[in-house]
């Protein structure tokens, strides 16, 4: 492939920095505010004037990209991820370049990488995790996750990587200035000797790049391979070649790349036990969502159900737990998971009336529930705190699933699973 040369021109162009504040302004984090405490609104309020003010820096090579902020979020083990959120005109600025290098890049990934890439997810990365175990038979797999992969990431290294496609100096010096900018943690500046801050929008590019020799060293090899960010799956027929696969790429990230591998997250597993991946388990029965994934799901919804609330409508409640639903089975869809659909929505139907009973206090709420669904039946007195009545006829009779529905519940049951052959077709591509 043929080296890029003037490139910054496009970088800086008015058009591509107005595309790329659009990008930005539509990412969820937009209202994530930097150390300069400018919000995408704030930004806009003077669009043209910023953006203009942009091009002349980037033309000019005044710009200087400014401290992240450093916070963290916390994670499903109860420890805490450390995020960098640039300033806003930064992230503008990283969009841009990212606009002019992704498609220079694109090309030369290796096809089972799929993340942070166009027209490609973690569903098409279980898709070919379970193609490889279960239709060519590579049973075995090495079970691989990386450390702080994007606080390791070597900055000579990512330079070198980008400069084997790009020859334009001003942009690699940019690349390198990002690098560079330090940590802002609470009054606290932090230079940053290496790594490139989780939470960037070059971040997740600049990673796939720096991956991609690992990535290519396991193809020269015949190993098969799946990615996703920093987890990596190898695919083996036996598990000494599993092993050996395991050995080749410890040395590689951890000698050539200068990165860590996560010896307790990293295992050698066979289709018999199941290989957990991306929320699913994948074993001899198909793909199924992973019971810590239904864990998960549940422990949200009992904080969005509890029997003390009572703050707001009950209609807020259902549409919070409705956007939560969607989004879980829009996921988890892709596995065998229609039976699991149908139990959680029982469930939480059971949980909505359990709020429900609570909110009546007395037997009389009830009795007025039932009045107003034309119950003509006998009726007897039942303790309305008992989880166990929040499944009994009289419950059910007052409050029917088809009452859930019409209030605007969301209905897991209708959601059409098993979906993985839909991207069978697009992985073997």
């Not at 790329?20 to 004037?49: C, M, P, W, Y």
């Not at 401290?67 to 979020?73: D, E, G, N, Q, S």
């Not at 330090?182 to 801050?197: A, C, D, V």
């Not at 996703?228 to 590689?252: G, N, P, W």
Request: proline share 3%.
């Amino acid at each position: 492939m043929h080296k890029r040369y003037s490139l910054i021109d496009k970088v800086y162009s008015i058009k591509n920095l107005t595309e790329a504040f659009n990008k930005v302004k539509r990412n969820k984090g937009s209202r994530t505010k930097g150390i300069d405490g400018v919000t995408a609104h704030s930004f806009q309020v003077e669009l043209t004037k910023e953006l203009c003010l942009l091009h002349d820096e980037l033309r000019s090579g005044e710009y200087r990209p400014q401290a992240v902020r450093r916070t963290f979020i916390d994670k499903p083990d109860g420890s805490q991820r450390p995020l960098g959120i640039p300033c806003f005109r930064d992230r503008v600025v990283q969009q841009a370049l990212c606009n002019i290098l992704e498609p220079i890049f694109e090309e030369t990934f290796h096809p089972s990488s799929y993340a942070y890439r166009p027209n490609r997810s973690a569903h098409h990365a279980v898709t070919k995790a379970d193609l490889f175990m279960r239709k060519y038979g590579l049973s075995h797999v090495v079970d691989m996750d990386l450390s702080q992969c994007f606080d390791l990431l070597d900055h000579q290294e990512i330079i070198d990587s980008v400069g084997e496609y790009v020859s334009d100096g001003k942009v690699l010096s940019l690349i390198e200035h990002f690098l560079k900018s330090g940590i802002m943690h609470k009054s606290t500046f932090i230079e940053s000797s290496k790594g490139s801050p989780q939470g960037g929008v070059i971040s997740p590019l600049l990673a796939n790049i720096y991956l991609n020799r690992f990535d290519q060293s396991m193809k020269s090899r015949g190993i098969r391979l799946v990615r996703y960010a920093d987890d990596i799956l190898l695919f083996a027929r036996t598990k000494s070649e599993a092993y050996c696969h395991m050995r080749r790429a410890v040395s590689f990230l951890e000698g050539s790349l200068k990165l860590r591998v996560n010896a307790t997250k990293t295992s050698i597993t066979h289709l018999k036990e199941g290989l957990h991946y991306l929320g699913f388990v994948i074993d001899l029965q198909g793909v199924r969502v992973s019971p810590k994934s239904v864990k998960s799901f549940k422990d949200k919804v009992r904080k969005l159900t509890r029997r003390s609330q009572g703050h707001y409508p009950l209609k807020i409640y259902i549409r919070d737990l409705s956007q939560l639903m969607q989004g879980y089975s829009m996921y988890y869809r892709l596995g065998l998971s229609k039976s699991l659909f149908r139990s959680l929505q029982s469930w939480i139907r059971r949980r909505l009336r359990m709020m429900i009973m609570k909110s009546w206090k007395s037997w009389k709420g009830l009795y007025k529930q039932l009045r107003r669904m034309n119950y003509k039946g006998t009726y007897r007195r039942i303790s309305l705190c008992r989880w166990r009545n929040s499944n009994c006829y009289l419950i059910h009779r007052a409050l029917p699933d088809k009452w859930f529905s019409e209030q605007g519940l969301f209905d897991l049951t209708k959601v059409i699973t098993n979906t993985i052959h839909q991207f069978r077709d697009k992985v073997l591509a």
